[in-house]
């Protein structure tokens, strides 16, 4: 079965960091595009960052310059480093699978999602 679980989340200050772990299971993720999205309260879901199979990333511009993705095909894991957090980055989070040659913006797969509370 094909799962993908998220870790990593919780309260920070304003200014601080968090890594997020995307942890795959019944699969490999380097065969799949790798995606983060986040959910504020009221809001509608939102891409933040992608990652190809050849390391090719991309961000959207709010997170630009603070967030960076990677992965560790050894681990079969994708992370999210958050630096310089902002209130505003509060938000569900959530990691995503997508096959190759498809759009990031449409992953076929998701995990549950781990919440990130920026918040003095």
């Known amino acids: 079965q094909l799962q993908l679980v998220e870790s990593g989340g919780g309260l920070v200050q304003p200014g601080g960091s968090l890594r997020l772990s995307c942890a795959a299971s019944?699969?490999?993720?380097?065969?799949?595009?790798i995606g983060w999205f986040r959910q504020a309260p009221g809001k509608e879901r939102e891409g933040v960052s992608c990652i190809t199979r050849s390391g090719t990333t991309n961000y959207a511009d709010s997170v630009k310059g603070r967030f960076t993705i990677s992965r560790d095909n050894a681990k079969n894991t994708v992370y999210l480093e958050m630096n310089s957090l902002k209130p505003e980055d509060t938000a569900v989070y959530y990691c995503?699978?997508?096959?190759?040659?498809?759009?990031?913006?449409?992953?076929?797969?998701w995990g549950q999602g781990t919440l990130v509370n920026v918040s003095e």
């Open positions: 019944g699969f490999t993720l380097n065969n799949y595009y």
């Open positions: 995503a699978g997508t096959r190759v040659g498809l759009s990031c913006r449409y992953p076929q797969y």
